[in-house]
């Protein structure tokens, strides 16, 4: 998956949920490292 899609995916996830995500949940969900989620959204 490029970065790009992950980022738009990052975005939709974030936006389906009402309340706030953990960092942790969105790496699970998504299927990548804690870190990626944290790289991803400082960008």
Do not use: K, N
């Not at 706030?20 to 804690?34: H, I």
Request: a positive charge.
């Amino acid at each position: 998956m490029s970065r790009a899609q992950r980022l738009l995916d990052v975005i939709q996830l974030l936006r389906s949920h009402r309340r706030p995500v953990a960092a942790g949940r969105l790496a699970e969900e998504l299927r990548v490292s804690l870190r990626t989620i944290y790289r991803d959204i400082e960008t």
